[in-house]
């Protein structure tokens, strides 16, 4: 956890403790008065992949959430339980939940209350859950592709979702990234949606909704942080539920920020992406052609944005790191010694190695290729060091990605990878699946 060790302290002289409940919890018996609440809602297998679909009001889609995937969220819900409270005492999660609380759309906290019931698990626990993903070390690649850039100039928008290997259940000994799933939402007041996602959240930080818009979130550790605004878990889904344009996103993800994120925002029509860098007090929004996007040691590339865990604005980056340049010497020295706390170099040589790869696809980006240029970005074939970093790194979130998928909004296309017990999503098989076929199917 980043920046956050002073806040803790005060906090925990405010709030009483939570306790962990690392427990074995019941699987859930419906009552005949809970039984209409999972109408609209199944599971399927395909291909070995989890998809949950979930339609309705936001406590029934949780429910469904809960209910369909109980053992899942619970293995989950302990497993983050469980890394988190390594870290941070889990009383301390559970107050910055507290002060965000207020900020958060009451909708959302009757879904989570209902994936809860469902799964026979506690409030409170998941929202620990949710608070420890807000503020661990995520890794993370977002790319947004149009234009000239690809063969057919429709917008192709691209996610890697990296978080620790290590997050592991202490009963079942299942690995939260094991239990990933796709999630097909259909709410009763809002736009469908399709997210690769972990059982027990409503997302991973992105995916793309029926209206053509995109999204996919990059933490960025920061100075300038606060707890008083909306967690980005409910941001995202905001944008997924609601929003019709790429400008109506970007508004929302910059209402009652928190503390330090990357995202990149896209929409089919017209074909734009967006980077949006911000801090509690801080904000950058700009496309290919800024010049922020070509300060050294970063380049630009025509129509395609990306973006990893390091800001580019100079005025934001000064609240993340100094010296500003993360590919020198210094940096390097930074890692090797403080590789908690001064990740940026190989955050950096990441950058690198998928920028190399889309500089050579160029031209004729299309679904598939998009998703060789994620994959062997993070296979590194041409940067050894940092082979070595992500092997060194394992439990840090370097280049662990759990899940990685690239979506054509216009088509509603995704390609898709999930990782499994021992191999991480970008040596895996991938999976075709498209957001109108999905949402006209009926339940089994």
């Known amino acids: 956890m980043k920046n956050l060790w ?14 962990a409940s690392i427990v074995i919890q019941q699987q859930k018996t419906l009552s005949p008065s809970e039984a209409f609440l999972i109408d609209g809602g199944w599971v399927e297998e395909r291909d070995n992949i989890t998809i949950l679909h979930v339609s309705g009001s936001h406590y029934e889609m949780g429910f469904q959430h809960g209910y369909l995937l109980q053992e899942k969220v619970q293995q989950n819900i302990r497993a983050f339980l469980h890394y988190a409270q390594e870290y941070i005492p889990l009383s301390d999660l559970l107050a910055y939940w507290n002060i965000s609380k207020p900020y958060v759309p009451p909708e959302y906290i009757q879904e989570i209350q209902g994936i809860a019931d469902g799964a026979n698990v506690s409030f409170n626990d998941i929202v620990i859950s949710i608070m420890a993903v807000e503020y661990s070390d995520h890794g993370c690649y977002g790319i947004a592709a149009w234009g000239p850039a690809t063969v057919d100039g429709q917008l192709y928008h691209a996610r890697s979702f990296d ?12 690995y939260a990234h094991e239990n990933t799933v796709l999630i097909v939402r259909n709410p009763d007041n809002g736009s469908a949606s399709l997210c690769p996602a972990i059982a027990g ?7 793309m909704n029926s ?3 995109s999204l996919g979130i990059q933490i960025c550790w920061s100075k300038d942080q606060t707890f008083e605004g909306n967690p980005y878990h409910f941001r995202v889904q905001e944008v997924l539920d609601t929003a019709t344009t790429a400008e109506e996103a970007l508004q929302i993800l910059n209402t009652n920020r928190t503390h330090g994120f990357n995202f ?11 980077v949006l860098e911000q801090t509690a007090n ?6 290919h052609n800024d010049t922020v996007e070509s300060i050294q ?25 100094t010296p500003y340049n993360p590919s020198g010497l ?8 403080f590789q908690k706390s001064n990740p940026f170099f190989a955050v950096y040589q990441l950058y690198q190695s998928v920028s190399k790869q889309i500089n050579v696809t160029w031209g004729n980006l299309t679904l598939n290729n998009t998703m060789e240029v994620l994959q062997n970005g993070y296979r590194a074939e041409d940067f050894p060091l940092l082979r070595l970093i992500e092997r060194l790194g394992k439990g840090t979130g370097m280049a662990e990605a759990w899940n990685q998928w690239v979506a054509c909004p216009a088509t509603g296309d995704m390609v898709f990878s999930f990782a499994t017990h021992d191999q991480m999503a970008f040596k895996t098989q991938i999976h075709y699946v498209n957001l109108y076929d999905l949402l006209n199917e009926s339940p089994p």
């Not at 801080?282 to 496309?287: N, Q, R, S």
């Not at 940096?331 to 090797?336: D, G, H, I, M, T």
């Open 201 to 207: 959240s409503f997302h991973t930080g992105g995916g």
């Open 330 to 337: 210094i940096a390097f020295l930074k890692l090797l010694f």
């Open 297 to 321: 040691p970063f380049w630009a590339i025509e129509h395609v944005v990306r973006r990893t865990n390091v800001f580019l604005e100079p005025t934001i980056a000064a609240k993340q790191r």
């Open 211 to 213: 209206q053509g818009v």
């Open 6 to 19: 002073v806040i803790c302290i005060c906090l925990c002289c405010v709030f009483p403790l939570a306790q």
């Open 163 to 174: 978080l620790p290997s290590t997050i592991q259940d202490p009963v079942s000994g299942k």
């Open 282 to 287: 801080l904000t950058y929004i700009g496309t």
């Open 264 to 274: 990149i925002v896209s929409q089919a029509d017209p074909a734009v992406g967006f």
